[in-house]
């Protein structure tokens, strides 16, 4: 049985994705905590401080590098899914303005997903210290990017989805879907029109979180942001007599 190569990102991408996040928050959270690694005097610091220093540096920097990676293969997954459900209904459904609609949004959600990809290793390696502005427009550019994606495929898969149920009748098929050809590639994700519901509930699951993140790190989050504490000689002194730390 032949498995197609946008099926195996599909499984493996977004978890890849979310897994290598939380590792690198961890990690850099501790790497900064064990070294005495100045955060600002924040209770709760901000993520890209924590890998401002080395080693937590190159931590970072590896850590959204292959989240910006499996987030390509995530969005090239989505729209190789969502064409080929729309090349199948377009054969099965008469309303071809529809399913052009739905077309022109998958073709924007990928470019919009790709593109958002950038800004994550751009802003882990040009760290806050040494270059704040290109890190924090990168930042801009991920969230707001990553953002618009999200929207767009959210609505794409809305359409799909009622799509897929106008036409979906369970007590007829076609003698084309009766008898399944074997040169198709096995799919796990089209065992049925009626999944691209599921797909869709979860879709808005993640596209909700994403957005009250989004929310709270760029108009909410600069509206109240906490400024960065600068230490004083009087400050710097005690800590060095008790040995070096990190205080860039």
């Not at 499984?11 to 070294?35: D, E």
């Not at 292959?66 to 054969?91: G, P």
């Not at 806050?128 to 953002?147: C, G, I, K, M, R």
């Not at 709270?216 to 109240?224: E, S």
Request: charged residues 15%; contains cysteine; hydrophobic residues 45%.
């Amino acid at each position: 049985m032949q498995v197609s190569p946008y099926t195996i990102g599909a499984r493996f991408a977004p978890v890849v994705a979310t897994v290598v996040v939380i590792v690198t928050l961890v990690t850099c959270v501790t790497i900064a905590k064990v070294n005495d690694v100045y955060l600002g005097g924040l209770d709760w610091p901000y993520f890209s401080d924590t890998g401002r220093d080395s080693p937590g540096y190159s931590v970072f920097c590896a850590g959204l590098s292959i989240v910006a990676v499996s987030l390509v293969l995530t969005w090239l997954t989505n729209y190789q899914f969502q064409r080929e459900l729309i090349e199948k209904e377009s054969h099965e459904n008469t309303d071809n303005m529809s399913t052009s609609t739905i077309r022109k949004y998958s073709e924007a959600v990928r470019v919009l997903g790709v593109l958002s990809t950038v800004g994550l290793p751009v802003l882990a390696f040009f760290s806050t210290t040494s270059y704040p502005d290109v890190h924090q427009y990168a930042a801009y550019w991920f969230f707001v990017l990553e953002a618009f994606a999200l929207l767009l495929n959210t609505i794409a898969s809305f359409k799909l989805t009622r799509l897929t149920e106008a036409s979906y009748n369970p007590y007829f098929s076609t003698e084309s879907e009766a008898q399944p050809q074997a040169t198709n590639l096995f799919n796990p994700w089209k065992v049925a029109k009626a999944s691209t519901k599921g797909t869709f509930y979860i879709q808005l699951v993640f596209t909700t979180l994403f957005l009250i993140a989004f929310l709270l790190y760029i108009p909410i989050g600069l509206a109240i942001v906490a400024d960065f504490q600068r230490l004083t000689v009087e400050d710097v002194r005690p800590k060095t007599m008790h040995g070096p730390a990190n205080l860039s």
